[in-house]
Structure formats: C-alpha cells, structure tokens
C-alpha cells in the first residue's frame, strides 16, 4: 500500500500533503488543503502506512506568503530526539 502524508492543523483538521524533498533536518511538502500560515507552528506531519500513523515531523516553517502550494518545513522527530542526549 502506497504511503499517505497528512497535515493536522486546528482550523484546517487533516490535509493530505505532497513530499517535495527531505534532507538531514527537514522534510518539505507542500500542502495546498491545509494553507499553512501563521500560527500553525507546530502542527505534525503524520505518515500512514499500511493503516498505521507515525507522525514524522512539526511544523517549523511554513511558506512565507501563506501560499497553499508553498514549501512547508517540517523538524524531523528523528533529529529533535536526539537532541536529548544533550542535556
């Protein structure tokens, strides 16, 4: 079964997203549902594979014109854990 993004906000609920690249800390999609904006700061990126979520990421910057087919920058959880090992 082919995976599925989604994007959950408050004002929004769930909109599916489209990956448009992943690098070391981020993982970009466009959103063009959700029209992320100011104040969705936050709100997880969700995967859904096989009819199991896992939430890959959080909100850290969203397109700078609020545009729904702008380039959305989601922390990745992977990387945000092991900031812990620095305490």
């Given at each position: 079964m082919?995976?599925?993004l989604?994007?959950?906000?408050?004002?929004?609920?769930?909109s599916?997203?489209e990956?448009?690249?992943?690098d070391a800390?981020?993982?970009t999609?466009t959103?063009p549902e959700?029209?992320?904006c100011?104040?969705d700061?936050?709100?997880?990126?969700?995967?859904?594979?096989g009819?199991?979520?896992?939430?890959?990421?959080?909100?850290?910057i969203?397109?700078?014109d609020c545009?729904?087919?702008?380039?959305n920058?989601?922390?990745?959880?992977?990387?945000?854990?092991g900031?812990?090992t620095l305490r």
């Amino acid at each position: 079964m082919r995976a599925g993004l989604f994007v959950v906000t408050r004002s929004r609920g769930v909109s599916r997203a489209e990956f448009v690249s992943n690098d070391a800390t981020f993982v970009t999609v466009t959103a063009p549902e959700a029209e992320l904006c100011y104040g969705d700061s936050g709100s997880p990126l969700v995967i859904e594979q096989g009819g199991h979520f896992r939430v890959l990421g959080v909100l850290n910057i969203g397109a700078a014109d609020c545009s729904p087919n702008g380039h959305n920058r989601f922390a990745r959880l992977d990387v945000l854990a092991g900031l812990q090992t620095l305490r």
